[in-house]
C-alpha cells in the first residue's frame, strides 16, 4: 500500500462544526484520528499540543499527550494543556467536556463523519478556516480529488471487501453501512460484505465466513 493510499484511506476514515479563529499562539488538541491527519495534511501539526488515543503519528514523532477515547475524555485533562482549540468529530464526549470548553471560551471544531469526498473535503475546508490554513487547503483538497479519480479507476471493481478499521485483543473493528469505512469501499468499486450497519467487533473467524476477496 503506497504512503498516499494509505493518507486516503486515514482520511476518509472519519469525520469532524463550529468555526473558530486561533489566537496568535496556536495550542490544538485534536480529539479526533481524522482531524489529526487533516492537521498534518495542512502543515499545522506543530501546533498540535495533544491527541486522543485513535490518532496514528508518523514515526519518532514527538511525544504528545494522549487524551483517551473521543467519546470518554476528561474536562480536566483537556483545560491542563491550555489549548487555544480543539477539533473532533461530533461524538465528542460526554456532555460535560463540551459544556466546560463553552464555559471557559475554548473554541471547539466539531465535524460531521465524512462518507463521500465531497464531505471529507468540506470538513478540510472547515479546519483550514479554524487554524488558517486556507491556502494548504486548496493544495490537500486538488490532491484529493486526485486521489479519488485514481480509486474510482481502481482494479477491486466488482470484488467483495472488507475494511478494518483496529484490531485489538485479536478482534477487528469492521465497518459496515453507513460508515466512512463503507464509502471507501463503495469508492474503490468493490462490494462490502459486512451485512451491518455502522461498525461491529469480530473475531477472525466470523470475518473468514464473510468471505473478502479483499481486506482493506
Known amino acids: 500500500m503506497t504512503r498516499q493510499l494509505s493518507l486516503a484511506i486515514f482520511l476518509l476514515c472519519l469525520g469532524m462544526a463550529i468555526p473558530a479563529t486561533l489566537r496568535a499562539e496556536a495550542r490544538i488538541v485534536s480529539t479526533d484520528a481524522v482531524a489529526t491527519q487533516i492537521l498534518f495534511a495542512l502543515g499545522r501539526d506543530d501546533d498540535l499540543v495533544g491527541v486522543d488515543v485513535t490518532s496514528v503519528l508518523p514515526p519518532d514523532y514527538r511525544d504528545l499527550p494522549r487524551l483517551g477515547y473521543h467519546r470518554a475524555l476528561s474536562p480536566e485533562g483537556l483545560l491542563a494543556l491550555e489549548p487555544t482549540l480543539v ?29 463521500t469526498v465531497a464531505q471529507l473535503g468540506d470538513n ?3 479546519i483550514a478556516s479554524a487554524t488558517g ?19 474510482r479507476d481502481s482494479p477491486l471493481t466488482a470484488q467483495s471487501a472488507a475494511f478494518v478499521l483496529t484490531i485489538e485483543a485479536g478482534k477487528l473493528r469492521i465497518a459496515g453501512a453507513g460508515t466512512a469505512g463503507n464509502a471507501f469501499i463503495e469508492l474503490l468499486g468493490a462490494h462490502n460484505v459486512a451485512d451491518f450497519d455502522g461498525y461491529r467487533t469480530l473475531s477472525a473467524e466470523a470475518l473468514l465466513e464473510l468471505a473478502p476477496a479483499v481486506l482493506l
Do not use: F, K, M, N
Open 133 to 151: 490554513a486556507e491556502e494548504q487547503a486548496r493544495a490537500v483538497q486538488q490532491e484529493l480529488e486526485t486521489l479519488a479519480a485514481q480509486l
Open 87 to 115: 477539533v473532533g468529530s461530533e461524538h465528542i464526549g460526554p456532555p460535560i467536556v463540551l459544556a466546560t470548553l463553552a464555559a471557559t471560551g475554548i473554541p471547539v471544531v466539531q465535524l460531521p463523519a465524512a462518507t
Open 124 to 126: 478540510i475546508a472547515r
